[in-house]
């Protein structure tokens, strides 16, 4: 018999905002859904055990974007939970900047930006957020966007506790 959902328990779902510009116009948006990683799953629970070794490092400090995120007819990758590592190396790591959002006190919004100089000539379809552990926290694949010294692209990364 399956386990009935609590209202005690939480869930932690993502999603990403990526907001493409030019010269400081929106030249498009898109919203991009994530899945939290068991390696994350396991950050929250040691936290909440005080689980945390010498020191905490459980706190996401980076975006990574990668660009083996489809397969060969351009479709997304599946991202598998367990999954350690993007599915190809590291094209760009970005720092982010990490807010509770004031209006969904259970919400943190991750930011990290592409500039023009960033990435340019790649086509970025795979971003993950990394703990200061070196561990992922979530992954996402997408349809590829092509990178050029044009375009700023913005990346608001939003995790929710259900």
């Given at each position: 018999?399956?386990?009935?959902?609590?209202?005690?328990?939480?869930?932690?779902?993502?999603?990403?905002?990526?907001?493409?510009?030019?010269?400081?116009?929106?030249?498009?948006?898109?919203?991009?859904?994530?899945?939290?990683?068991?390696?994350?799953?396991?950050?929250?629970?040691?936290?909440?055990?005080?689980?945390?070794?010498?020191?905490?490092?459980?706190y996401v400090c980076k975006m990574l974007f990668g660009t083996n995120g489809t397969d060969g007819g351009g479709k997304p990758k599946i991202v598998n939970v367990?999954?350690?590592?993007?599915?190809?190396?590291?094209?760009?790591?970005?720092?982010?900047?990490?807010?509770?959002?004031?209006?969904?006190?259970?919400?943190?919004?991750?930011?990290?930006?592409?500039?023009?100089?960033?990435?340019?000539?790649?086509?970025?379809?795979?971003?993950?957020?990394?703990?200061?552990?070196?561990?992922?926290?979530?992954?996402?694949?997408?349809?590829?966007?092509?990178?050029?010294?044009?375009?700023?692209?913005?990346?608001?990364?939003?995790?929710?506790?259900?």
């Amino acid at each position: 018999m399956a386990r009935r959902k609590l209202a005690s328990d939480v869930t932690a779902v993502g999603e990403i905002d990526v907001v493409a510009r030019r010269n400081g116009k929106v030249l498009w948006t898109d919203t991009v859904k994530n899945a939290v990683l068991t390696t994350g799953k396991q950050a929250l629970a040691r936290s909440l055990a005080g689980d945390i070794g010498q020191a905490y490092d459980f706190y996401v400090c980076k975006m990574l974007f990668g660009t083996n995120g489809t397969d060969g007819g351009g479709k997304p990758k599946i991202v598998n939970v367990d999954r350690t590592a993007l599915f190809g190396p590291v094209a760009v790591a970005k720092a982010v900047s990490a807010i509770v959002d004031p209006n969904v006190r259970s919400r943190v919004i991750f930011t990290a930006v592409l500039l023009d100089s960033d990435a340019v000539g790649e086509t970025i379809n795979e971003l993950a957020l990394q703990m200061y552990n070196g561990d992922l926290y979530s992954m996402a694949t997408r349809g590829g966007i092509a990178k050029d010294a044009l375009t700023q692209l913005t990346f608001n990364w939003k995790v929710n506790f259900l």
